[in-house]
Nanobody
Framework: QLQLVESGGGSVQPGGSLRLSCAASGDTLDFYAVGWFRHVPGKGREFVAGISAPGTYTNYSSAVQGRFTISRDNAKKTVDLQMNNLKSEDTAVYYC?????????????????WGRGTQVTVSS
C-alpha cells in the first residue's frame, strides 16, 4: 500500500519561495498519478496541481498557474511542488495524494492515498 509523506513546509514572506516534497513508500510510484491539494479552514480542500503517472502531463489551478511547478522523479519516488512568488492567500496545509491511475483527477475523491500534510504560511 502506498504511503506518502510531505516535507518542506514553513513560513515565508510574500514574494518568497518554498519547495514541497512528497516521498512515497510501500509501492512503486510509476503507476500513480499524484496531486497536490491544500486546505484552508472554512474553505475546504482544493486542487493545486497534478502530474500524470509517467510525468507527461501536468495541470494547475488558475490560482497558482505560472507560479507553481509540479515535477516527479519516479526512480526516487518523489513528487515536488516548487512554489514561487508566494502570496498570503497561499497559506494552507498542503497535502499530496496518489491515485493508481495514469491520469490526473481534479477532485479529492479521486485519490485513495494521502499524506498527513505540511503547513505553509505566507506572512509579512
Amino acid at each position: 500500500q502506498l504511503q506518502l509523506v510531505e516535507s518542506g513546509g514553513g513560513s515565508v514572506q510574500p514574494g518568497g519561495s518554498l519547495r514541497l516534497s512528497c516521498a512515497a513508500s510501500g509501492d512503486t510510484l510509476d503507476f500513480y498519478a499524484v496531486g497536490w491539494f491544500r486546505h484552508v479552514p472554512g474553505k475546504g480542500r482544493e486542487f493545486v496541481a497534478g502530474i500524470s503517472a509517467p510525468g507527461t502531463y501536468t495541470n494547475y489551478s488558475s490560482a497558482v498557474q505560472g507560479r507553481f511547478t509540479i515535477s516527479r522523479d519516479n526512480a526516487k519516488k518523489t513528487v515536488d511542488l516548487q512554489m514561487n512568488n508566494l502570496k498570503s492567500e497561499d497559506t494552507a496545509v498542503y497535502y499530496c495524494a496518489g491515485r493508481p491511475f495514469i491520469t490526473i483527477d481534479f477532485e479529492q475523491d479521486g485519490y485513495q492515498y494521502w499524506g498527513r500534510g505540511t503547513q505553509v504560511t505566507v506572512s509579512s
